[in-house]
């Protein structure tokens, strides 16, 4: 069973809040990553991680930013929530070398009203 | 930059095989793997191939192609619980990137 975790499951919130979205894994994986799906739609990678101190934006353009300050957690925040910005978030982790397996969280699902 | 092309949707009927091909242009490969989704769920991890060749777990397959940049998932003796959608994904560099799913049907 993955030992990744993301909180919370579901969030409402209103236009213009600051808020984070959490993530944390107990595998010690060197990567880690953010993704944005809408229901049925692709996955969309907006940041990555591939180790501490490092953070790189991914291929969707995003208005949030994230931080890597342990290996175990890579949160995000979205400084000025909008309703463009509801969607599903989904964090994810895999180790290094020939270990590419990614691990995924249960995801975050957010609603900007 | 890194694109994967696949079907959006398969319709098979239980016991049956189906094949879900995929095509990727990336710079700088890894591998190619493949997850599944339920709806609500997180994707979960199938298989990976670095390497050429058939990789085989169980009722599934993958088969990877690096010189045509192709791969496919096989899925066998098909089962109800096998309705999700199904990514292929490229990894290359640090980063592993998502194809847009192929979201299979089974019917009785």
């Known amino acids: 069973e993955a030992d990744i975790y993301q909180t919370p499951r579901y969030l409402v919130i209103g236009t213009g809040k600051k808020i984070t979205l959490e993530c944390s894994q107990t595998m010690g994986h060197d990567k880690m990553y953010w993704y944005q799906q809408d229901p049925g739609m692709e996955l969309h990678l907006i940041h990555y991680?591939?180790?501490?101190?490092?953070?790189e934006k991914g291929d969707l353009s995003s208005e949030s930013t994230v931080s890597r300050i342990r290996t175990e957690h890579f949160p995000l925040t979205l400084e000025s929530a909008r309703p463009s910005h509801t969607s599903q978030y989904l964090c994810?982790?895999?180790?290094?070398?020939?270990?590419?397996?990614?691990?995924f969280g249960q995801g975050t699902r957010l609603t900007v009203v | 930059g890194q694109s994967l092309e696949q079907p959006s949707e398969v319709t098979a009927v239980e016991g049956a095989i189906v094949q879900i091909n995929c095509t990727y242009q990336?710079?700088?490969?890894?591998?190619l793997s493949w997850y599944q989704q339920h709806d609500g769920g997180a994707p979960t991890f199938l298989s990976y191939?670095?390497?050429?060749g058939l990789e085989e777990t169980g009722r599934f397959s993958s088969f990877l192609s690096r010189s045509d940049s192709y791969g496919y998932l096989l899925l066998q003796e098909l089962q109800m619980k096998d309705s999700a959608s199904y990514f292929c994904?490229?990894?290359?560099?640090?980063?592993?990137?998502f194809g847009a799913g192929t979201r299979l049907f089974v019917k009785a």
């Open positions: 994904a490229v990894t290359g560099g640090f980063k592993t990137i």
């Open positions: 990336t710079s700088g490969f890894y591998g």
């Open positions: 191939n670095a390497l050429d």
């Open positions: 994810a982790s895999s180790g290094t070398g020939a270990d590419t397996e990614a691990f």
């Open positions: 991680s591939y180790g501490v101190n490092s953070t």
